[in-house]
């Protein structure tokens, strides 16, 4: 069967609400601020936006859904993705969720800003939520606004397709509008509010259950609640599990298993990239390991395990890049403690647990023999490592550009040479000694270690530059886009969103989105330094 005839039109894609059918939800329809005990999600309608316009959109996205690229041109898709016109079948709900922040039980969060239109069965036979981001307040709403400012939908819609293509799981987007209203936000909570041009994203996702979806249910007591969610789960999207269908004990602790094995595995991505999360909040884990709410996150420029761009989270640096691993490991233990009512045994439970810390380990060192191009396994790689990390230290080194060009060393050349090789990567001219000696100390071990390999130089090139990216979404060059966005010329946006669709290959004229954080971007809000404010 020729499968463009297949492809939908918005009015015929077919929207599937198994989630509010299945589940309990809030028997209230009234939109205000509330508690909502008993329940899943409550009915939203989201916030009508008539001047709203289309900025970008993921023709890939659409086509994944089985909808007809084209008709991401259509008015009908701006008015649908900016909750202006609900299509036929749309239902549109939030969920309700609590969650730990910054280590702290915050009690009932949920959508605040978020309302899902409901499912849409692709061709490939996998189901997508389709949820809007920005679109009005809600019942989770709290004392904000329910609505998104262009610069985070902007870094969310970005980051999350260039988190695809980096084969990282993700949750995705399909498009980014501007609402054609604005939104008064003080970014860094310093008191100087001012207005700033609204947005929405349509996020996608298999699913937007969080560690905090269960999290709520057992601090509220809801048992049966709990039970439900989880087999619901379960059976959608972890049907490979035995018992998928009628969940028991065993089932429950499969599944534990596999949340814990997928949070590492995403964890151990965003190691390799140099990607930190920033708020790694229960309610931000997303219970199928995929990387979720795009807030202040970052990318490693100099290589340096304990930056955070976060500036909410200076102080205590809890979601610093080196910390991450730690940190979903706290956040698996809270999810323990939620599906603790289902399972009723605490041991098994800790044994997966220290089963995540032996696999996280073992993950991280495959991963960067992977970045050093090593495929046999020797003793001493660890140490390797992490001496690697320790030269990274003595002077600013970008993380990206070093493992790009290290692939460029021969195993002939001498140990001095990595200078030259990696030059690039050096944010200063003039390396201090120490910096070049120690480089130069583990590039003899590197050399050496590579002597132990029978793959040839250009074929170690080729499955390093496979794993190690040159096109990252840099913050300043983030910051760059939205600066031009908000003046209303979104051509960097549609550049960037390009260029990242293929982050492992060189692209000719695309040099200066491969280069290092220029030094005016050391101190720039947005670039270095980003709050919660969004
Ligand atoms: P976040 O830090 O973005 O994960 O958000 C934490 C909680 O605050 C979630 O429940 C969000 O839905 C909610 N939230 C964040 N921003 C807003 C907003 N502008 N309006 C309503 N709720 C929000
Ligand atoms: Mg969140």
Same mark, same amino acid.
């Given at each position: 069967?020729?499968?463009?005839?297949?492809?939908?039109?918005?009015?015929?894609?077919?929207?599937?609400?198994?989630?509010?059918?299945?589940?309990? &939800?809030?028997?209230?329809?009234?939109?205000?601020?509330?508690?909502?005990?008993?329940?899943?999600?409550?009915?939203?309608?989201?916030?009508?936006?008539?001047?709203?316009?289309?900025?970008?959109?993921?023709?890939?996205?659409?086509?994944?859904?089985?909808?007809?690229?084209?008709?991401?041109?259509?008015?009908?898709?701006?008015?649908?993705?900016?909750?202006?016109?609900?299509?036929?079948?749309?239902?549109?709900?939030?969920?309700?969720?609590?969650?730990?922040?910054?280590?702290?039980?915050?009690?009932?969060?949920?959508?605040?800003?978020?309302?899902?239109?409901?499912?849409?069965?692709?061709?490939?036979?996998?189901?997508?939520?389709?949820?809007?981001?920005?679109?009005?307040?809600?019942?989770?709403?709290?004392?904000?606004?329910?609505?998104?400012?262009?610069?985070?939908?902007?870094?969310?819609?970005?980051?999350?397709?260039?988190?695809?293509?980096?084969?990282?799981?993700?949750?995705?987007?399909?498009?980014?509008?501007?609402?054609?209203?604005?939104?008064?936000?003080?970014?860094?909570?310093?008191?100087?509010?001012?207005?700033?041009? &609204?947005?929405?994203?349509?996020?996608?996702?298999?699913?937007?259950?969080?560690?905090?979806?269960?999290?709520?249910?057992?601090?509220?007591?809801?048992?049966?609640?709990?039970?439900?969610?989880?087999?619901?789960?379960?059976?959608?999207?972890?049907?490979?599990?035995? &018992?998928?269908?009628?969940?028991?004990?065993?089932?429950?602790?499969?599944?534990?298993?596999?949340?814990?094995?997928?949070?590492?595995?995403?964890?151990?991505?965003?190691?390799?990239?140099?990607?930190?999360?920033?708020?790694?909040?229960?309610?931000?884990?997303? *219970?199928?390991?995929?990387?979720?709410?795009?807030?202040?996150?970052?990318?490693?420029?100099?290589?340096?395990?304990?930056?955070?761009?976060?500036?909410?989270?200076?102080?205590?640096?809890?979601?610093?890049?080196?910390?991450?691993?730690? *940190?979903?490991?706290?956040?698996?233990?809270?999810?323990?403690?939620?599906?603790?009512?289902?399972?009723?045994?605490?041991?098994?439970?800790?044994?997966?647990?220290?089963?995540?810390?032996?696999?996280?380990?073992?993950?991280?060192?495959?991963?960067?023999?992977?970045?050093?191009?090593?495929?046999?396994?020797?003793?001493?790689?660890?140490?390797?490592?992490?001496?690697?990390?320790?030269?990274?230290?003595?002077?600013?080194?970008?993380?990206?550009?070093?493992?790009?060009?290290?692939?460029?060393?021969?195993?002939?050349?001498?140990?001095?040479?990595? *200078?030259?090789?990696?030059?690039?990567?050096?944010?200063?001219?003039?390396?201090?000694?120490?910096?070049?000696?120690?480089?130069?100390?583990?590039?003899?071990?590197?050399?050496?270690?590579?002597?132990?390999?029978?793959?040839?130089?250009?074929?170690?090139?080729?499955?390093?530059?496979?794993?190690?990216?040159?096109?990252?979404?840099?913050?300043?060059?983030?910051?760059?886009?939205?600066?031009?966005?908000?003046?209303?010329?979104?051509?960097?946006?549609?550049?960037?969103?390009?260029?990242?669709?293929?982050?492992?290959?060189?692209?000719?004229?695309?040099?200066?989105?491969?280069?290092?954080?220029?030094?005016?971007?050391?101190?720039?809000?947005?670039?270095?330094?980003?709050?919660?404010?969004?």
């Amino acid at each position: 069967m020729n499968k463009a005839l297949d492809l939908k039109t918005l009015e015929t894609l077919e929207i599937d609400t198994s989630f509010i059918n299945t589940l309990p &939800g809030d028997p209230i329809l009234e939109n205000y601020t509330r508690q909502v005990p008993k329940a899943c999600y409550s009915h939203v309608q989201p916030e009508a936006f008539p001047k709203a316009s289309l900025i970008a959109c993921s023709k890939e996205m659409a086509l994944q859904l089985g909808l007809k690229p084209e008709e991401c041109e259509s008015e009908l898709f701006t008015r649908v993705f900016s909750g202006t016109e609900l299509l036929e079948n749309m239902q549109p709900y939030s969920c309700c969720y609590g969650g730990h922040q910054f280590g702290n039980w915050a009690g009932q969060l949920g959508d605040g800003r978020a309302i899902n239109l409901g499912d849409v069965n692709a061709p490939d036979g996998q189901q997508w939520t389709l949820q809007l981001k920005g679109s009005g307040p809600t019942p989770y709403s709290r004392s904000a606004d329910g609505l998104a400012v262009l610069r985070s939908s902007v870094r969310e819609y970005l980051c999350s397709e260039a988190m695809h293509h980096l084969g990282i799981p993700t949750t995705r987007a399909l498009c980014l509008i501007a609402t054609g209203e604005s939104v008064v936000r003080d970014m860094f909570y310093d008191g100087h509010p001012k207005k700033e041009p &609204g947005a929405v994203v349509c996020r996608v996702s298999p699913t937007f259950t969080r560690f905090g979806s269960f999290e709520i249910l057992t601090a509220r007591k809801e048992t049966d609640i709990l039970r439900s969610l989880a087999n619901y789960t379960i059976k959608k999207d972890f049907p490979h599990l035995p &018992g998928s269908d009628n969940p028991g004990k065993a089932t429950y602790l499969d599944w534990f298993h596999d949340v814990c094995l997928k949070t590492a595995d995403m964890v151990i991505h965003w190691m390799r990239v140099g990607f930190v999360h920033g708020v790694m909040n229960t309610d931000n884990m997303s *219970i199928a390991g995929l990387t979720i709410d795009y807030g202040p996150y970052g990318w490693l420029e100099n290589y340096d395990p304990d930056w955070t761009p976060n500036t909410t989270d200076a102080e205590g640096r809890r979601y610093r890049f080196g910390n991450q691993p730690m *940190i979903a490991l706290w956040n698996l233990v809270q999810f323990a403690n939620a599906i603790y009512p289902l399972v009723e045994d605490a041991e098994p439970l800790e044994d997966i647990l220290k089963e995540y810390q032996t696999y996280y380990e073992k993950g991280w060192l495959d991963m960067m023999r992977g970045k050093l191009g090593l495929e046999k396994n020797n003793s001493e790689d660890e140490a390797l490592c992490l001496e690697l990390i320790q030269t990274f230290s003595l002077t600013e080194t970008d993380m990206t550009l070093f493992f790009r060009h290290l692939c460029e060393m021969e195993k002939s050349q001498a140990s001095e040479s990595i *200078i030259e090789v990696v030059r690039p990567a050096f944010y200063s001219d003039e390396l201090p000694d120490n910096a070049r000696n120690g480089m130069v100390t583990w590039g003899q071990k590197y050399l050496d270690r590579l002597q132990q390999e029978n793959r040839p130089d250009h074929l170690r090139s080729e499955a390093m530059n496979g794993v190690n990216p040159l096109y990252v979404l840099r913050n300043y060059l983030a910051q760059q886009a939205i600066d031009k966005s908000e003046q209303g010329d979104h051509f960097m946006i549609h550049e960037l969103q390009e260029v990242l669709k293929k982050p492992y290959t060189l692209q000719d004229g695309k040099e200066h989105l491969a280069g290092k954080r220029p030094e005016w971007a050391r101190t720039r809000a947005g670039c270095s330094m980003l709050s919660c404010s969004s």
